[in-house]
């Protein structure tokens, strides 16, 4: 029985734009929740969770809704919102860990959601999307989105952006991807087997022993 879709790319970027509202209201909660050194040297481990959800502004947000919103539901959809779910949170906790050796402090859900285009791009390689105002396949999305970051990380597009958590994210977006789309084929070729072997009715048999063995 195939799972239901629980929608949980939805729910995400509710507490989203919940969690900025707070922020805009009491803005210690930035503080507390961001992602620093202090969750390495004082053991602040939250932190590598509660920054996914904080945002620095409302173009921030919005570009990271955007993208959750459609390419979320496009992942969810073809992976189930169990699998979506692990993908979004491993991608962004590990892409976190990494981007707290490079950046003084950061917050958003773009190592996340870069996680989440990793996988896509792995498992729906040739989906038609809207990416850098055009109709792309997704791998070739994917693409564009490494190359962009790799320039990023090497200084060429200056700003606050975090390219190497972006890197980190999709990378582990990537290898979910494999592992869910290796999983996929090795289960179709279980059935498969199971559907070329002969199987016979306990029934037939008794009824052959009742026959010809008594």
């Known amino acids: ?81 169990k699998n979506f779910l692990i993908s979004f949170f491993v991608s962004g906790i590990i892409a976190n860990i990494i981007a707290v050796n490079f950046y003084q402090s950061s917050l958003g859900a773009s190592g996340a959601i870069m996680g989440i285009i990793g996988v896509l791009t792995i498992v729906k390689p040739m989906l038609m999307v809207w990416a850098f105002g055009l109709i792309l396949p997704m791998f070739i999305a994917g693409i564009l989105w490494v190359t962009g970051s790799i320039l990023g990380s090497l200084g060429m597009f200056p700003g606050d952006t975090g390219y190497i958590a972006h890197l980190g994210g999709i990378a582990i977006g990537l290898i979910i991807g494999i592992f869910l789309r290796l999983r996929k084929r090795s289960s179709l070729s279980k059935d498969n087997e199971k559907s070329n072997r002969l199987e016979i009715p306990a029934y037939y048999i008794e009824n052959w022993e009742e026959r010809h063995l008594k």
Request: net charge positive.
């Open 1 to 81: 029985m195939a799972e239901k879709m629980k929608f949980y790319s939805l729910w995400l970027c509710l507490i989203c734009i919940i969690v900025f509202i707070l922020q805009s209201i009491f803005p210690t909660i930035t503080n507390l929740g961001v992602l620093n050194k202090s969750a390495l040297y004082n053991y602040e481990i939250w932190r590598f969770v509660t920054s996914i959800f904080l945002h620095g502004s409302i173009t921030h947000l919005l570009y990271n809704l955007f993208a959750l919103f459609f390419f979320g539901i496009a992942l969810e959809k073809l992976i189930g919102s």
